[in-house]
């Protein structure tokens, strides 16, 4: 599988657009990338996912660069309730082993 | 409400002994997965099953085992449990492998 790099923590003001960077260069042609959020010690929550066109759904929208080698996850705008680690991972969707999640960017959101 | 059912949400164990965490789900998810996560770090996948019947090791095996089978039962077993097993343990389904991966809300394993 891929390797993702983030940045380890990121804050955003309150009502403004949250934009989180996923690095993944080694990405492979049928790798799709997935992002996750994990609030407090909850069960990480599915965001949204991506192959190579951008996506977006009433959570937020996911900007994949042309050359795949990397994404932006987008929450246009960010309430408190967002601060969270969130977790950009690759897999293939043909076998539930690939499955790595790395250590995350933790967004703080401030009133 | 359908999802997934952790049991049980805390369980403080002595070494040496043998513990079962259970996992089920309502949604007839044909994946699932159990993953652990040590204080301050991401997920790790422990082992995994593509369909009832079938299961493989996920990144950190050693110590854990898995059975499946049925749809709905994930059951993750620690033979002889050691303090370094100490983590939180979620278990996930998914409708099919590589799909997006519905979480419990975890179990808490203290080994002393």
């Known amino acids: 599988d891929a390797k993702t790099t983030q940045p380890p923590s990121m804050d955003c003001a309150e009502g403004r657009a949250a934009n989180l960077p996923c690095n993944h260069s080694t990405i492979s042609g049928n790798e799709y990338v997935y992002w996750y959020r994990q609030i407090h010690s909850q069960g990480p929550q599915y965001i949204i996912h991506?192959?190579?066109n951008n996506e977006t759904n009433e959570m937020a929208s996911l900007i994949i660069t042309e050359d795949r080698k990397s994404s932006t996850l987008i929450l246009p705008h960010a309430t408190l309730r967002d601060t969270a680690v969130y977790y950009c991972i690759v897999r293939v969707r043909t076998n539930a082993g690939k499955s790595t999640f790395g250590d995350g960017t933790t967004l703080t959101v401030k009133p | 409400i359908a999802g997934i059912t952790q049991a049980p949400t805390s369980q403080i164990l002595a070494a040496g002994r043998r513990m079962t965490l259970r996992c089920t789900q309502d949604?007839?998810?044909?994946?699932m997965y159990w993953y652990r996560q040590d204080l301050g770090l991401g997920l790790r996948l422990i082992h995994y099953s593509n369909t009832a019947g079938t299961t493989g090791k996920g990144e950190v095996p050693d110590g854990y085992s898995v059975s499946r089978a049925n749809t709905d039962d994930f059951p993750l077993t620690l033979a002889s449990a050691v303090p370094s097993q100490t983590s939180v343990y979620f278990c996930?389904?998914?409708?099919?492998?590589?799909?997006?991966?519905?979480f419990g809300d975890g179990t808490r394993l203290s080994i002393l």
């Open positions: 949604m007839r998810h044909n994946a």
């Open positions: 991506g192959l190579k």
């Open positions: 996930a389904s998914s409708v099919g492998a590589g799909q997006p991966q519905h």
